[in-house]
């Protein structure tokens, strides 16, 4: 009965190697984000989507791309995975503008 | 810009205290704010979540103020238990423009028994 869920818990990888991760919502949310949690452990948005559409994208390379195949879900692929996109990646969810809701993190690892 | 700091960065107290942590935000234009704990290695957990027109937020031994007008918000925990070892973080919403919270750095609070 998870609430928001994240796949994979922790992912090892190499430079240049594309990669995906998923989020999926069970808590009836129209709108889902996916935050980045450097080493210094600070937390800053990247996309937001809500009922499907793309709201917010900051200043994330291209090499990152959302994809939202229905409201439940929304999930990350990267390209070309650099030394600098090793961080720890939260996907989480709210009604509208409410309280948001997230989950436990992937941990990503370039090497 | 809206910027979010947390102070102090780490508090570190004995069990049973009473203890406010402090949160102060540079725009006033606020939809809602938001505190979270995280405990290490994990995900965040919502804690309360302050709308703009509310002054403060209840929830156990928990009590969250809003302060617009100072661009300030305190996080008070009654009682402090080992259990409340975590990081807490506070977010705030703006009220126009994108639906996205712009986090402090966190505090990272001990309990010590």
């Known amino acids: 009965d998870t609430a928001v869920s994240q796949t994979p818990k922790y992912l090892v990888t190499q430079m240049g190697n594309d990669k995906s991760i998923k989020c999926e919502q069970n808590l009836g949310h129209d709108t889902m984000y996916w935050y980045k949690q450097d080493s210094k452990k600070f937390l800053k948005i990247m996309f937001s989507y809500n009922n499907k559409e793309l709201i917010i994208n900051e200043t994330v390379p291209n090499r990152f791309s959302p994809k939202s195949p229905d409201k439940a879900h929304l999930n990350l692929h990267i390209n070309s995975l650099e030394l600098g996109d090793s961080a720890v990646y939260f996907c989480a969810s709210s009604l509208n503008s409410g309280e948001q809701f997230f989950g436990p993190g992937t941990r990503l690892t370039v090497l | 810009k809206q910027e979010v700091t947390q102070i102090p960065a780490a508090l570190s107290v004995p069990e049973g205290e009473n203890l406010v942590l402090n949160c102060s935000f540079t725009d006033s234009a606020i939809y809602n704010l938001q505190w979270f704990r995280q405990d290490p290695g994990k995900g965040l957990t919502s804690l309360l979540l302050?709308?703009?027109?509310?002054r403060e937020q209840t929830s156990g031994r928990l009590n969250a103020s809003l302060d617009k007008s100072s661009g300030r918000s305190t996080l008070y925990i009654a009682a402090s238990q080992p259990g409340d070892s975590a990081t807490y973080l506070c977010a705030v919403r703006r009220i126009q423009g994108a639906q996205k919270l712009v986090f402090g750095q966190g505090t990272r609070l001990t309990i010590n028994p």
């Open positions: 302050i709308q703009s027109s509310q």
